[in-house]
């Protein structure tokens, strides 16, 4: 399966770099061309990048560095990361943010990789001009995000091993943006790097919110 998904990007860039050799094109049938190459060279490298942090982290070569944030801070940096996203695939975001500041302590870079990855995966899996939601909210002692969408969800099956390195879900229409299956296993580890836990819940087929809540760190004051 790893193979199969690294061999799908540099097909189409064959493709279209061969094209580009045939001869003289319109400006437009450049920039069509140019735009396949980048959106798939972009693809490629997010999947490199996946498989880096993966080995990175299951090594134990990635270093918490904690510090005392706002988690809404956070938040805001991971919507600002996915923004192109959702806009290219004509989603409506819903951001309920906390009131006051929500201090936790973590390491900042790798909290706003759990948020952006958890809303990139609700991004790519919902159908164009869907409805994603973010949360945060103070559960006891804890600071809880929540991500979820009005996606088609995941079976009980695909649930229970969600965060598994190469869990994926039956490519179909909808599911045809998939990566390697490692984003929700990355996701997983740094949340327990932090002393934290997150879950999914869904109802596959049956038009339930896709929930993923994290408890990245504790809260302070």
């Known amino acids: 399966m ?3 998904e690294l061999r799908i990007p540099p097909a189409p ?3 279209a770099a061969e094209l580009l050799g045939t001869g ?3 400006a437009e049938w450049v920039q069509r061309t140019g735009a396949v190459i980048l959106r798939q060279v972009r693809h490629l490298t997010g999947m490199v990048d996946d498989l880096l942090d993966v080995s990175r982290v299951t090594r134990g070569l990635v270093l918490i560095e904690h510090e005392m ?4 801070t956070i938040l805001a940096q991971a919507v600002e990361q996915v923004n192109p996203l959702i806009e290219t695939r004509r989603h409506r975001l819903e951001y309920t943010a906390h009131d006051a500041p929500l201090i936790v302590s973590g390491d900042t870079k790798r909290l706003v990789q759990v948020v952006a990855n958890l809303l990139n995966n609700a991004a790519k ?5 869907g409805l ?3 949360e945060i909210r103070r559960v006891g002692s804890c600071a809880e ?3 979820s969408d009005n996606g088609i969800g995941m079976s009980r099956e695909l649930i229970a091993r969600a965060f598994e390195l190469f869990a994926q879900a039956e490519r179909t229409a909808d599911r045809a943006r998939g990566g390697l299956g490692i984003g929700l296993a990355v996701v997983k580890r740094l949340v327990d790097l932090h002393g934290g836990s997150i879950a999914a819940h869904s109802g596959a087929g049956a038009g339930q919110p896709l929930h993923g809540p994290a408890a990245p760190g504790r809260r302070h004051g």
């Open 2 to 4: 790893l193979a199969h």
């Open 13 to 15: 860039i064959m493709v």
């Open 24 to 26: 003289v094109h319109d």
């Open 69 to 72: 944030i706002d988690l809404r």
């Open 125 to 129: 899996y919902t159908p164009p001009g």
């Open 132 to 134: 994603l939601r973010l």
């Open 145 to 147: 995000v929540a991500v």
